[in-house]
């Protein structure tokens, strides 16, 4: 794990609300972000093409919704998001504030900015945040902090893995196998983007955005459709084939364990191409234009798949407007339709069972036959 994702059962560390903290974290000098420990390069990952363009995606434009990946257990799945974050730049963050709130914000944006005072930024890492399938809500949205409460008589508030992973990534491994009331927890905090506290006399709102990024085994369990939905993008990652492939696999994981600060550097102009397009497509998104006859394809390839409601549409044109940002283009193509719609169409479709064809199968030719 990378230095900012919390170990699995960990206690919340996040800085307290007390303002006298609050003031001496923004008043001692803030020193350069410490050196992580390696972490397995995005660029060297082998294969999985369609999972890395998808993460790629969510990183541009974290409004498409998050990714969700299903396939074989031991392919790359965990390994790819927190290569990922890695890859992206360090955010400024309202220094003290345990929920990261942007400095450019509102100064109400969370208990601890609207206090006001001096909001001073400090460049911290995007939090991945691992959200375990054992957590309790408590751990999740955050709860009464004991040790103050028995200390001194002070009701605080201690915040939870929501409050940890705002702004950034959300991880949840075997996320079909999540408890349900977990997920109606998440699909209120997706949905708002405000994760809402009531617990022992505490009534406490603040900002949870993040990308939601999952992963499982499919044949362990389906996902209730009301979460599959919350997801952008889902793709499907396979156990590579081809002896080459595997043994390309094998060699840089192997290389990778036995000196990972070597294999990183040996990586390490890659990752800043890399790092450097990312955030060219970031600072591009803006300016990337949609012509109304890409929509009318995106209409078309919806209705022609039967999905409910515009979700499809509006995923598959903020997916290609994110490509086409990552391309260097200016506007949205049917190369870029094409590419991004299976990742954002594949998990909305209607079960037909007059067709034994799979959901991957029937995006696939529902493209053929519109985008001729």
Do not use: W
Not at 204 to 231: K, M, T
Not at 344 to 360: K, V
């Amino acid at each position: 794990m990378t230095s900012n994702e919390p170990e699995p059962g960990e206690g919340a560390d996040a800085p307290s609300h007390a303002e006298p903290a609050a003031r001496r974290a923004a008043s001692r000098p803030q020193a350069s972000i410490p050196e992580a420990a390696p972490v397995f390069p995005f660029s060297a990952i082998v294969g999985q093409d369609e999972m890395k363009r998808a993460l790629l995606i969510a990183a541009v434009d974290p409004s498409v919704g998050g990714v969700l990946a299903l396939g074989d257990r031991g392919t790359g799945k965990s390994t790819a998001i927190r290569a990922l974050a890695a890859l992206l730049p360090p955010m400024k963050a309202v220094a003290g504030c345990p929920y990261s709130c942007d400095p450019a914000s509102a100064a109400s944006a969370c208990p601890h900015c609207a206090g006001g005072g001096l909001r001073q930024a400090r460049p911290v890492p995007v939090p991945v945040v691992d959200l375990p399938l054992g957590a309790t809500e408590d751990r999740v949205v955050g709860a009464l902090d004991l040790e103050r409460a028995l200390a001194a008589g002070i009701k605080a508030f201690e915040p939870g893995l929501l409050a940890r992973a705002n702004r950034g990534f959300l991880y949840i491994d075997e996320v079909n196998l999540l408890e349900d009331h977990l997920v109606d927890l998440l699909l209120d905090v997706a949905a708002s983007g405000v994760n809402t506290v009531e617990r022992e006399g505490l009534s406490l709102r603040h900002p949870a955005r993040f990308v939601l990024v999952g992963s499982g085994n499919p044949e362990e369990g389906e996902l209730r459709p009301q979460l599959l939905d919350r997801f952008g993008l889902a793709v499907e990652v396979t156990t590579p084939t081809d002896i080459p492939t595997r043994i390309e696999v094998v060699r840089r994981r192997d290389a990778f364990e036995r000196d990972p600060g070597g294999f990183a550097a040996a990586h390490a102009g890659a990752e800043k191409a890399l790092r450097r397009r990312l955030n060219a497509a970031r600072n591009r998104l803006a300016d990337v234009t949609v012509p109304d006859a890409m929509l009318e394809t995106a209409a078309r390839l919806c209705l022609a798949l039967g999905t409910d409601g515009l979700r499809g549409e509006l995923t598959l044109m903020r997916a290609a407007r994110a490509l086409a940002a990552f391309d260097g283009m200016d506007q949205v193509g049917l190369d870029q339709i094409r590419s991004v719609a299976p990742s954002a169409l594949r998990h909305r479709l209607r079960r037909n069972p007059l067709d034994e064809a799979g959901s991957t199968a029937r995006v696939a030719r529902a493209v053929a036959e519109v985008l001729a």
